[in-house]
């Protein structure tokens, strides 16, 4: 069994910051990449930014210069530190991954349950 469990999601003031992270465990042969989409209310999924390999990212147009993704292999997490947060952010945050599983041919991809995150005054 693999599974992505998030956290770090809440309320917070337009222009303030929050940080997500995400792990991954179970029965994990490798990780080939990492990221977080989100879906707002009346709005269709995105992908919001995501690692694909060392030093190579990922990011919407709408969260660059905010949004930062890092990752941590040895431990099979990855982070999105947000800033400068506006309204339009609010979402739900799901992080997803790329994973082959031990004992699989093939890799699949995994998603977290979804951490709200709320921008308002």
């Known amino acids: 069994q693999v599974h992505l469990v998030e956290s770090g999601g809440g309320l917070v003031q337009p222009g303030g910051s929050l940080r997500l992270s995400c792990a991954a465990s179970?029965?994990?042969?490798?990780?080939?990449?990492m990221g977080w989409y989100r879906r707002a209310p009346g709005k269709e999924r995105e992908l919001v930014a995501e690692?694909?390999?060392?030093?190579?990212?990922y990011y919407a147009d709408s969260v660059k210069g905010r949004f930062t993704i890092s990752g941590d292999n040895a431990k099979d997490t990855v982070s999105l530190q947000m800033n400068s947060l506006k309204p339009e952010d609010t979402a739900v945050y799901y992080c997803?991954?790329?994973?082959?599983?031990?004992?699989?041919?093939?890799?699949?991809?995994?998603w977290g349950q979804g951490t709200q995150v709320t921008v308002s005054s």
């Open positions: 997803t991954a790329r994973i082959l599983p031990i004992s699989a041919v093939s890799s699949y991809d995994y």
């Open positions: 179970g029965s994990i042969f490798s990780v080939e990449r």
């Open positions: 690692i694909r390999d060392i030093d190579r990212t």
